[in-house]
Structure formats: structure tokens, C-alpha cells
């Protein structure tokens, strides 16, 4: 196979077939009967629809890749050879560097976490090449204090860093609402941590980063809990120009002290709001690639499902029960049943309460139940995007009705980064 190609035209609304589930899911069936479960899928025509939709919703601001929601070296090559997407997200020092090595186009690696990794650092520090190409995460002198434990400045390459900005929001009764990520909240704050780095040695600051978790990363419309989207509405319509105001200053500040490449900000869930922001030269995003089922409860977007896997029912303990051999794919996060994997095909399973999924078998019931026998095939969707890759070796391409090419995915490549 030449690669993986996305830039073929993206499905209409009259003709695509994941609008159509009876049509769908039978023909994602049928094209990967001959492979044993647990099945793997993407859908090309979902994956052209969902990069054409990301790349629209960005209005023109470039697309960084979030690695971490995809964990598949094939797709992140094919996006970036669209308009649109330039440079990664990686998750791990690790990674980037595997990814830099295996992708020698590629030449805009930003690290979205810190870094511990002694021997990663080292690699990094010692090769002029992936200190060009690959930039670290900071947001404290302890990190850059990790970095020259392992090398110092005078015995290594100069090492590029990004800054991490806070993007939670302290809101009213409510709190502190995002993730607990970078400790660099107001603009003075940044503003003393770039003259810092600026003034040590080894190190030069060329990026800012925030991520704006509880905009991009909290559904506001999420299926029958319409008291929760409300909320989440609400909060998102406050801490959005709250944030917007803060990182304006704190990029004023960060730029008196060095000359930035980017600053980056967003996910897929806010792709509009972030790129609408005149301080963010790009944005991030990944999960809406593949997306897993928890944007099914976005009011702005709706991803096709690009992704999905099936396994086998090898069971039916009792005239309404059928049992699946495997299913328990559950995803990180607060624990809930919005974490459990998705039974889309056939419609109208539900998990039992009581076992939900199971690590080897997970018994279903429902009317769909009641027709399903031993050898029958089941589609779920994960809640997440990329954890579903830790799963799999290989996802099946499917372009119409047929498999037309098999992709290994991280794990598949013998690579477990986290």
C-alpha cells in the first residue's frame, strides 16, 4: 500500500452511510467477515469527512496533531499531507522522537507534557536533528533542572521549550473547573518564567501553550442530561472570554522575554472558540478524527464515527441474554457509564448493570438480545479515540465495501509510550 490517502472528496449528508446505520454497520460486517475478532475498523469516507469538518471549523488556523488520540503512524502521516494540518502533539518525549525518526518530513514535534524520560532526554540532547525538530513542555525550573541532570548545557544541544499555561477557570460556588495541569495561571506569572528561561542557559523558549479542557473536553449537549448541558453551557459561554482576555496578556508578557513560534491553544471540542482567539496562531486537535463516542454529545459538530471495532458472540446463557467474548474497553477518566464502550450495532443492546463490560465477556440484553446467536457479530464504538489503538494491532481500512488496506497501530508496531 502507497499510504493511506485522505484526500479524496468527504462524504455529503445524503450519502453517507454512517447516517444510515442499517446500511453501515451490515457493510463494515460483511468487509471484515474473513478476520477473526476483536475487529478493528476505520472507515475512510468517515475519516475524510471528519478531516474536511476539523480543517473547516479551524477557519483557517493550522491544525496541530494530537498524537494521543489517534496512536496510529499511518493516519497521523496521511493527515499531514492535507491542507490545513501542520506539525504534532506528541505525548511522550519517547514518541516524538519515535515519531521524528519514522517521519522524516516531519520536522514540528511539540511534547504536550513534561518530561522524566532520562534516556529520552538524552537522545534528544545529543542529536542535533531532533533538537531542531522536537520541542518539550514546561511550566516550572524543576523541568528544566531534570534536563540538565542529565546533561549539562555545556555537553549537549540547546533544547527548545514550550511554556504551559493554566486554561482552567476559577468560577463562581463552582470552583476550580478544567484539569489540574501547569501551575503558571496569571500573566505576571508567565511572563517571570520566560525571563527565567531566557536567562538560563541550554534552553530557548519558542512556544506557549493552553489547553482550555473544560471547553474542548466537556460535551454540552450530552444525550438525555439536559440539566448537565445546560450547565456545561453556561460555563463554557464565561470561561471561554475569561480565557481568551487572560491569554492575550500572558502572551504580551512571554513575548517580551523571547521570540515565539506558535502559541497553541484548544481540542477538538473547541476548535472555533480557540481559533477565534487573536493570541493562538494554532490550534489542537485529534480526538474528532477518529471520534469515539463521546462526542455524540457536542451541540456545535458531529463527527462521523471513523472508528469502531467488533467482537463475537460466543454465548446466549438465557433467551434474552447474548454474551461477547472480550468488551471491556473502558475508557480513562471519571468512572461512569460514559466510560464503557458503546454497543452501536445492532441497535437497542444494553449492558447489564451488574457486569456491564467485562474484561473477557460481556453479556448484552435488549430485543436485539434475543436474535443474536454464537458467531454473530457485534460493533461497539469507544468512548475515547486513541486509547481504542491500546487495544489493537492493526485497524482494517474500509473504503466502500471491501478492506482495502490493514494499519498497525502503536501497539501493533511494539510500542507502548504510556
Given at each position: 500500500?502507497?499510504?493511506l490517502?485522505?484526500r479524496g472528496?468527504?462524504a455529503?449528508?445524503d450519502d453517507?452511510?454512517w447516517?444510515?446505520?442499517?446500511?453501515?454497520?451490515?457493510?463494515l460486517?460483511?468487509?471484515?467477515?474473513?478476520?477473526?475478532?476483536?475487529?478493528g475498523?476505520?472507515?475512510v469516507g468517515?475519516?475524510?469527512?471528519?478531516?474536511?469538518?476539523?480543517?473547516?471549523?479551524?477557519g483557517?488556523?493550522?491544525?496541530?496533531?494530537?498524537?494521543?488520540?489517534?496512536?496510529?503512524?499511518?493516519?497521523i502521516?496521511?493527515?499531514?499531507?492535507?491542507?490545513?494540518y501542520?506539525?504534532?502533539?506528541?505525548?511522550?518525549?519517547?514518541?516524538?522522537?519515535?515519531?521524528?525518526?519514522?517521519?522524516?518530513?516531519?520536522d514540528?514535534?511539540?511534547?504536550?507534557?513534561?518530561t522524566a524520560?532520562?534516556?529520552a532526554i538524552?537522545r534528544?540532547?545529543?542529536?542535533p536533528d531532533l533538537a531542531r525538530?522536537?520541542?518539550?513542555m514546561?511550566?516550572?525550573?524543576?523541568?528544566?533542572?531534570?534536563?540538565?541532570?542529565?546533561?549539562a548545557?555545556?555537553?549537549r544541544?540547546?533544547?527548545?521549550?514550550c511554556l504551559?499555561?493554566?486554561?482552567?477557570?476559577?468560577?463562581p460556588?463552582?470552583?476550580?473547573?478544567?484539569?489540574?495541569?501547569?501551575?503558571?495561571?496569571?500573566?505576571?506569572?508567565?511572563?517571570?518564567l520566560?525571563?527565567?528561561?531566557?536567562g538560563?542557559?541550554?534552553?530557548?523558549?519558542?512556544g506557549?501553550?493552553?489547553?482550555?479542557?473544560?471547553?474542548?473536553?466537556i460535551?454540552?449537549?450530552?444525550?438525555?442530561r439536559?440539566v448537565a448541558?445546560?450547565?456545561?453551557?453556561?460555563?463554557?459561554?464565561r470561561?471561554?472570554?475569561?480565557?481568551v482576555?487572560r491569554?492575550?496578556?500572558a502572551v504580551a508578557e512571554?513575548?517580551?522575554?523571547a521570540?515565539?513560534e506558535f502559541?497553541?491553544?484548544?481540542?477538538?471540542?473547541s476548535?472555533e472558540?480557540?481559533?477565534?482567539d487573536?493570541?493562538?496562531?494554532?490550534?489542537?486537535a485529534?480526538s474528532?478524527?477518529?471520534?469515539?463516542?463521546?462526542?455524540?454529545?457536542?451541540?456545535h459538530?458531529?463527527?462521523?464515527p471513523?472508528?469502531?471495532?467488533?467482537?463475537d458472540?460466543?454465548?446466549?446463557?438465557?433467551p434474552?441474554?447474548a454474551t461477547?467474548?472480550?468488551?471491556?474497553?473502558?475508557a480513562?477518566g471519571?468512572?461512569?457509564?460514559?466510560?464503557?464502550?458503546?454497543?452501536?450495532?445492532p441497535?437497542?443492546?444494553?449492558?447489564?448493570?451488574?457486569e456491564?463490560?467485562g474484561?473477557?465477556?460481556t453479556p448484552?440484553?435488549?430485543?436485539a438480545a434475543?436474535r443474536l446467536?454464537?458467531?454473530?457479530?457485534?460493533?461497539?464504538?469507544h468512548?475515547?479515540s486513541?486509547e481504542?489503538?491500546?487495544?489493537?494491532n492493526?485497524?482494517?481500512?474500509?473504503?466502500g465495501?471491501?478492506?482495502?488496506?490493514?494499519v498497525?497501530?502503536?501497539?501493533?508496531?511494539?510500542k507502548?509510550f504510556l
Amino acid at each position: 500500500m502507497a499510504g493511506l490517502d485522505l484526500r479524496g472528496s468527504a462524504a455529503t449528508t445524503d450519502d453517507a452511510t454512517w447516517r444510515h446505520p442499517s446500511r453501515h454497520w451490515p457493510a463494515l460486517t460483511e468487509a471484515t467477515r474473513h478476520l477473526d475478532a476483536p475487529v478493528g475498523a476505520l472507515h475512510v469516507g468517515a475519516l475524510r469527512h471528519n478531516a474536511a469538518d476539523m480543517t473547516r471549523r479551524a477557519g483557517g488556523t493550522p491544525i496541530r496533531i494530537a498524537t494521543k488520540s489517534i496512536r496510529v503512524r499511518e493516519v497521523i502521516d496521511a493527515l499531514l499531507r492535507l491542507p490545513g494540518y501542520r506539525g504534532v502533539l506528541a505525548y511522550t518525549l519517547s514518541e516524538a522522537i519515535w515519531l521524528a525518526e519514522r517521519l522524516p518530513t516531519l520536522d514540528d514535534l511539540v511534547v504536550g507534557y513534561p518530561t522524566a524520560e532520562a534516556g529520552a532526554i538524552r537522545r534528544l540532547a545529543t542529536d542535533p536533528d531532533l533538537a531542531r525538530r522536537i520541542t518539550v513542555m514546561v511550566d516550572s525550573p524543576a523541568q528544566l533542572d531534570l534536563v540538565d541532570a542529565v546533561l549539562a548545557p555545556a555537553d549537549r544541544e540547546e533544547v527548545r521549550v514550550c511554556l504551559e499555561l493554566d486554561a482552567s477557570w476559577e468560577a463562581p460556588l463552582l470552583g476550580h473547573l478544567g484539569v489540574r495541569r501547569s501551575p503558571v495561571h496569571h500573566p505576571e506569572d508567565a511572563g517571570a518564567l520566560a525571563a527565567y528561561i531566557a536567562g538560563r542557559a541550554g534552553f530557548r523558549l519558542v512556544g506557549v501553550m493552553a489547553y482550555e479542557a473544560q471547553v474542548a473536553g466537556i460535551a454540552n449537549q450530552p444525550p438525555g442530561r439536559p440539566v448537565a448541558g445546560a450547565v456545561n453551557r453556561w460555563m463554557q459561554a464565561r470561561s471561554m472570554p475569561e480565557l481568551v482576555e487572560r491569554r492575550a496578556a500572558a502572551v504580551a508578557e512571554v513575548r517580551r522575554h523571547a521570540e515565539l513560534e506558535f502559541v497553541n491553544g484548544g481540542g477538538t471540542g473547541s476548535l472555533e472558540a480557540t481559533a477565534a482567539d487573536p493570541s493562538v496562531t494554532e490550534v489542537a486537535a485529534g480526538s474528532g478524527i477518529l471520534a469515539g463516542h463521546l462526542f455524540d454529545g457536542y451541540a456545535h459538530f458531529a463527527p462521523a464515527p471513523a472508528a469502531a471495532f467488533a467482537l463475537d458472540v460466543v454465548r446466549t446463557p438465557s433467551p434474552r441474554h447474548a454474551t461477547i467474548l472480550g468488551g471491556g474497553w473502558v475508557a480513562s477518566g471519571p468512572p461512569g457509564a460514559d466510560r464503557l464502550p458503546l454497543a452501536v450495532w445492532p441497535e437497542g443492546l444494553r449492558m447489564l448493570a451488574r457486569e456491564a463490560a467485562g474484561e473477557v465477556q460481556t453479556p448484552v440484553e435488549g430485543a436485539a438480545a434475543a436474535r443474536l446467536r454464537p458467531g454473530d457479530r457485534v460493533w461497539f464504538r469507544h468512548t475515547k479515540s486513541g486509547e481504542l489503538a491500546e487495544h489493537l494491532n492493526e485497524f482494517a481500512v474500509v473504503d466502500g465495501d471491501e478492506v482495502v488496506a490493514a494499519v498497525p497501530t502503536y501497539r501493533g508496531e511494539g510500542k507502548a509510550f504510556l
